[in-house]
């Protein structure tokens, strides 16, 4: 049986956040996407869990790259089988970026 596979729209926002990351980054970035969140985007794992406290209207949140560095918000709306990807930010010990704003932890 084949998975269905969840359709990825990403906010007009994702454009900003990326300019502030380095771009040898960008493959990393978009392969974790397509890994993480066409298949099963709801289901939690060590990486991947529900935000505590929405951000940029998103509900979960994905970490990965060099000392799980970059984050990746999103929301699922299982009906429509779509994954909206909200925000990409970089963490730099205890700061979080996406793109010129901080967001405090």
């Known amino acids: 049986m084949k998975t269905q596979l969840f359709e990825l729209i990403y906010a ?3 454009k900003r956040h990326l300019k502030t990351i380095e771009s040898k980054y960008y493959s990393l970035i978009q392969e ?3 890994e993480q969140l066409q298949i099963e985007p709801e289901v939690e794992t060590h990486n ?4 505590k406290r929405p951000l940029f209207g998103a509900t979960w949140e994905i ?3 060099p ?3 970059f984050r990746v918000l999103y929301k699922v709306n299982p009906d429509e089988q779509q ?8 963490k730099e010990g205890e700061r979080l970026w996406f793109g010129a704003e901080e ?3």
């Open 12 to 14: 007009p926002l994702i």
């Open 32 to 34: 974790t996407i397509e």
């Open 48 to 51: 991947r869990k529900p935000l």
């Open 63 to 65: 970490r990965f790259g």
């Open 67 to 69: 000392n799980n560095r």
């Open 83 to 90: 994954v909206y990807v909200l925000a990409i930010g970089e």
């Open 103 to 105: 967001i405090k932890l």
